[in-house]
């Protein structure tokens, strides 16, 4: 599935998760007893001009689209979704995005994705040298942090492949 005209995209997603959750009615995918194939209703374009004046700039454009036309938090990869406009999601996305930082400071320039697991977080970059890439904080299980994935689309599609 390749994201394509507007619209389409979210039908299709929309087809696939109900097909998914048909299938697997007892939630044995990973992290389907979270999500259960269920997204939040996509977001107002109001709301999302106000969550990037609150994070002094755009959205890089894949995540941008999926929550203006697909859903804002829920099913996705791994444990599913977590909510764009939480306050703590809005706080981190101020700054630039820096993989040297230590500890929380991580956290400037990027909208948390989900848990991974074991301790583990998909982070979209929304500000500095790799906007629009998707990472992974592996710190917790004892591995780094490194880009999965060159924007959401990918992370998101090999979730569904």
Do not use: K, N, S
Not at 18 to 34: I, K, L, V, Y
Not at 41 to 46: K, Q, R, V
Not at 65 to 75: D, L, N, Q, S, Y
């Amino acid at each position: 599935m390749e994201p394509t005209a507007p619209g389409e995209f979210a039908t299709t997603l929309g087809a696939w998760l109900a097909e998914a959750a048909r299938g697997d009615p007892h939630h044995r995918r990973f992290g389907a007893t979270r999500h259960r194939y269920q997204l939040a209703p996509p977001l107002a374009d109001a709301r999302i001009a106000a969550i990037e004046a609150t994070i002094g700039g755009r959205l890089p454009d894949a995540y941008r689209r999926f929550v203006a036309e697909v859903g804002h938090h829920g099913a996705g990869p791994f444990h599913g979704l977590w909510p764009l406009d939480h306050p703590l999601q809005l706080a981190h996305a101020r700054a630039a995005f820096a993989p040297e930082r230590a500890g929380v400071a991580l956290y400037r320039g990027v909208v948390g994705l989900g848990h991974v697991g074991c301790g583990q977080i998909a982070l979209l970059i929304v500000a500095g040298d790799h906007r629009g890439q998707v990472w992974i904080d592996a710190r917790a299980g004892g591995g780094g942090v490194r880009a999965v994935a060159p924007d959401f689309d990918a992370y998101y599609l090999a979730w569904i492949q």
